[in-house]
């Protein structure tokens, strides 16, 4: 797929819809697979091109409707990407990302994405940031809420001992957040710029994957969306522990049965971070916290189609977040 840069009409402030200026977007793995056809939506019939992504973003909000009560022109924001239908079981229990029939900004038909100099979204997934974060920081609210689940899920907490496998975004993130809830955090990965950029944000305990041996952890983070890492991690769990799995593969993985029975471990999925958007805020201005080192770039639009084709990827750098300025 080829892209473009494209004018379209102005989002209108209508009915509870909030119209954002938007600073800054992060691209992501999700962005890529849009990019490239492989999003599995597509071939559900969720999807169809064209499509504009950009589900990780922070701006500041223009203009709003007239149903609109909680944030006010000026006010910096940014939004949950799962909007559910608002009145079935999931949406009433604060599980929206499950709806049946949820939109998703920038990934579902339906809700244009944040790769533009202003988006409108539904008043229900805004989320007010600090004045004092930046907009660099603020993207990175939607990727820290999903570690942030996935470090609940692993039920990491004080004194534990946490395996986080995965030098990524999801993966340094989740690191850092179990890290700060003053858990002891072993970093594990393959890719070598990687594992140096955990050391500059301050990991003593960061291993080549293949170099783990026989060490137990109380819980394992699976933040690589490798099939075949969530059975690895297994075996570094002790009885009793917790799997929770953040990555999402692209073909299926096995995990052996068995061993989750035999050792009472827990084995949790981690669909999207939106009931810990607000707490991934605070954390994210947290001493011992600091996602700048994780930041490639920041580009502009017109360079965005080059660096999906390239996977996502910058040369010369191993920092895994690409960031764009739309308005830059």
């Known amino acids: 797929m080829s892209g473009s840069v494209r004018d379209v009409p102005e989002p209108k402030a209508t009915g509870s819809r909030v119209v954002v200026d938007v600073e800054t977007v992060g691209l992501c793995g999700t962005d890529v697979e849009l990019?490239?056809?492989?999003?599995?939506?597509?071939?559900?019939?969720?999807?169809?091109?064209?499509?504009?992504?950009?589900?990780?973003?922070?701006?500041?909000?223009?203009?709003?409707?007239?149903?609109?009560?909680?944030?006010?022109?000026?006010?910096?924001?940014?939004?949950?990407?799962?909007?559910?239908?608002?009145?079935?079981?999931?949406?009433?229990?604060?599980?929206?990302?499950?709806?049946?029939?949820?939109?998703?900004?920038?990934?579902?038909?339906g809700l244009p994405g944040a790769l533009a100099e202003r988006i409108a979204v539904p008043e229900v997934a805004v989320h007010k940031l600090p004045p004092s974060m930046s907009a660099a920081v603020g993207a990175f609210i939607e990727p820290g809420s999903c570690a942030l689940r996935g470090v609940r899920a692993a039920r990491v907490g004080d004194g534990a001992a946490v395996l986080v496998w995965g030098t990524g975004t999801l993966g340094l993130l989740a690191a850092q957040f179990a890290r700060a809830l003053g858990a002891s955090v072993c970093v594990a990965g393959v890719v070598a710029g990687q594992l140096e950029l955990a050391k500059?944000?301050?990991?003593?305990?960061?291993?080549?994957?293949?170099?783990?041996?026989?060490?137990?952890?109380d819980s394992a983070i699976d933040a690589t969306g490798a099939p075949t890492v969530p059975e690895q991690a297994l075996h570094h769990i002790s009885p009793?522990?917790?799997?929770?799995?953040?990555?999402?593969?692209?073909?299926?993985?096995?995990?052996?049965?068995?061993?989750?029975?035999?050792?009472?471990?827990?084995?949790?999925?981690?669909?999207?971070?939106?009931?810990c958007i607000d707490d991934a805020i605070a954390l994210l201005q947290s001493d011992g916290v600091d996602v700048y080192p994780m930041i490639a770039t920041t580009v502009g639009l017109e360079r965005v189609a080059g660096i999906l084709r390239n996977g996502g990827k910058v040369p010369g750098t191993s920092a895994p977040k690409v960031q764009v300025a739309p308005s830059g």
């Open 35 to 109: 990019f490239a056809g492989t999003m599995p939506y597509f071939r559900q019939g969720l999807l169809t091109y064209p499509v504009r992504p950009g589900h990780e973003w922070a701006g500041t909000v223009r203009e709003i409707g007239p149903e609109v009560t909680s944030v006010q022109p000026g006010d910096r924001v940014t939004a949950d990407t799962f909007v559910g239908c608002g009145a079935c079981e999931l949406c009433r229990t604060r599980r929206h990302h499950l709806c049946a029939v949820h939109d998703e900004i920038g990934v579902r038909d």
């Open 200 to 217: 500059r944000l301050g990991f003593e305990d960061v291993v080549r994957a293949d170099d783990l041996g026989g060490r137990q952890f």
């Open 240 to 275: 009793g522990g917790v799997l929770a799995l953040l990555g999402v593969a692209p073909e299926p993985g096995v995990l052996e049965v068995n061993r989750l029975v035999l050792n009472d471990i827990t084995a949790v999925g981690v669909l999207g971070g939106s009931a």
